[in-house]
Every structure is written in C-alpha cells, then in structure tokens.
C-alpha cells in the first residue's frame, strides 16, 4: 500500500465517531395567521398556479362537483373506492379506479379525490394513497382531476404539513404526491405546455 493512500486511510479512521451537529434551522415551523387567513392565502396561491378554485360548504361538495364535470364535459369519472358518499356526484359515472389498468385509466374523462393535507403558502395539495385518494395514477393518467380540500386540513407552512405527514410514511410507508396545479412544463423559450406529466386541468374544490 503506498504511504500516500496509508496516510489517507489513518487520517479516515482517526476521525471522531461523533454524530454531525445539527443544521441551524431557522426557517419558521408554525404559521402565525388565523384559520381564515390560511383558507384564503391557500385558495390565493393555488388559483396563481391556474387551478380553478370553488369554495363551498361542506354539505354543497358533490353540487360544486356536479357543475365542474358538467363545465368540462367530464361524463366517466374515477374515484378511489373510499371516496365520500356526500361527496359523489349524481348525474354522471363513477368507476372505482381500483379494477382499472393503465388503459381503463386513460379512458376516463377526470378523477375525484379527497386530499390529506393541504399548504396555504405554497398552494400545494399533499396525496397519500387513502381510499379516498385512490392510486397515484388515478390522478395522473385523466385530463381532469377534481380535489376536495376540507378547510381543517389546510396547514400555513410546508413544516406543519411534514409533521402531520411523517407518521404516515414511516408507519405505514405511504406515497406522497404533492401537486401545485395543474401539470406543467416549459421549453427553453418559456412556451408552457400543459398536461405533459399529469391532468392538465385541475379543480379545487374549498369546503367548511
């Protein structure tokens, strides 16, 4: 072994088996608006990143889903199989999305979700793979996704939304999707492409 490569080695093994300081963190981790502020801020950011917006009651859900399909054309819809009965929309068919392949995916018209957690500051909507949610490719493959957000789910800030997340993952190792609008993409001269990696149009619909 060259001295070289020794003297590199001892110097490895010569450092102190110590855990790594932690990194100053000094970002916030606890929003300071009210519950009304963070509905709003929410329902702001998310509209920025050209989501359609409608806030209604809790027990108006399945009317605003019913107006949306109908304004998109949306006629075979999916749904996870644990979706709320309140929340089905009369008037149109839902397929459990849960029999569907990639193929039975791609014909329907949208999906309707529920979400677990939602972020006012960044306008995001956090998927985990509930019965509620359905599969990660249900809200992928169809053009349209419609996404009911409780007003209780939504969180200020991103490090509230982890916390209430982590538990989920490391106990039950569920995938997260977070979504900021409708899928998007841009070329190097800034031409936007919509619908590239996922719905091209989506629909939040507020309620409480």
């Not at 709320?84 to 949208?110: F, K, M, N, Q, Y």
């Not at 995001?124 to 996704?145: C, F, K, M, W, Y």
Request: charged share 25%.
């Amino acid at each position: 072994m060259s001295d070289a490569r020794t003297e590199v080695l001892a110097r490895i093994a010569a450092i102190p088996r110590e855990p790594a300081p932690e990194p100053s963190r000094d970002y916030r981790v606890s929003g300071e608006r009210s519950a009304d502020e963070v509905v709003e801020l929410f329902c702001t950011r998310a509209a920025d990143y050209r989501a359609e917006v409608v806030r209604v009651d809790a027990a108006a859900v399945a009317t605003a889903i019913v107006r949306i399909l109908a304004a998109h054309g949306a006629q075979r819809v999916g749904i996870g199989p644990g979706l709320r009965s309140e929340w089905r929309p009369a008037g149109c068919e839902l397929v459990d999305e849960s029999a569907l392949d990639v193929a039975g995916l791609d014909r329907l018209d949208g999906a309707i979700t529920g979400c677990t957690v939602a972020v006012a500051e960044t306008g995001t909507i956090v998927l985990s793979g509930s019965p509620e949610e359905g599969r990660r490719a249900l809200t992928l493959v169809p053009d349209l996704h419609v996404c009911v957000v409780m007003r209780e789910q939504i969180v200020e800030l991103l490090p509230e939304g982890i916390r209430l997340l982590g538990p989920l993952v490391r106990s039950e190792g569920r995938p997260l999707t977070l979504i900021s609008g409708p899928s998007a993409t841009s070329d190097i001269e800034l031409d936007r492409v919509e619908g590239v990696h996922g719905p091209r149009r989506l629909a939040v619909v507020v309620a409480g």
